[in-house]
T-cell receptor, first 115, second 112 residues
């Protein structure tokens, strides 16, 4: 069975500081990995995804994530955050074996960017 | 711009009412999903559908049913609403293959 752990439920940070949101997964098969963002009172929006190839993935709004197979991690980073990055961030994993219709979700990390 | 549309942003219903939440996508996606989102519990899958008239239970199907008569529309039904079904409900769709989900804006349901 697959699972996703987001290691921090809340991350406070000052504006223009760097941030890392941590995500670890467990799976016995190869996986595809996703990060989503949810702004207040909205649905979720895809930030970036790793399917194959380069382990460093760039997404929207200046975010990037690195897939580390040996550490089973997919941490999200941004070198300088803005107030507008305040949101909930979700990591998700999908198996590439068999039925891959569903995503397995982490519980989310609430990023609060303070002035 | 492709999108998933949920018919209501906010809904207030009484205990025992039958409630319909509607979701329409304009992307010709095969797969559609209903989640509920509660603080501290993340997203929990209620039901999903991978084709017209096909459905599969997710992790928390009790108290819910779904209908998919047309490819673009996926309805979530609360047969007899209860206060513990007060939540944010999110609909999503996804094509076959290696793609992420497209989400609707959500329906915040309050059962009183």
């Amino acid at each position: 069975a697959q699972s996703v752990t987001q290691l921090d439920s809340q991350v406070p940070v000052f504006e223009e500081a760097p941030v890392e949101l941590r995500c670890n997964y467990s799976s016995s098969v190869s996986v595809y990995l996703f990060w989503y963002v949810q702004y207040p009172n909205q649905g979720l929006q895809l930030l970036l995804k790793y399917l194959s190839g380069s382990t460093l993935v760039k997404g929207i709004n200046g975010f990037e994530a690195e897939f580390n197979k040996s550490q089973t991690s997919f941490h999200l980073r941004k070198p300088s955050v803005h107030i507008s990055d305040t949101a909930e961030y979700f990591c998700a994993v999908s198996s590439n074996a068999g039925n891959n219709r569903k995503l397995i979700w982490g519980l989310g990390t609430s990023l609060a960017v303070n002035p | 711009d492709v999108k998933v549309t949920q018919s209501s942003r906010y809904l207030v219903k009484r205990t025992g009412e039958k409630v319909f939440l509607e979701c329409v996508q304009d992307m010709d996606h095969e797969n559609m999903f209903w989640y509920r989102q509660d603080p501290g519990l993340g997203l929990r899958l209620i039901y999903f559908s991978y084709d017209v008239k096909m459905k599969e239970k997710g992790d928390i199907p009790e108290g819910y049913s779904v209908s998919r008569e047309k490819k673009e529309r996926f309805s979530l039904i609360l047969e007899s609403a209860s206060t513990n079904q007060t939540s944010m409900y999110l609909c999503a769709s996804r094509p076959s293959g290696l793609y992420g989900y497209t989400f609707g804006s959500g329906t915040r349901l309050t059962v009183v």
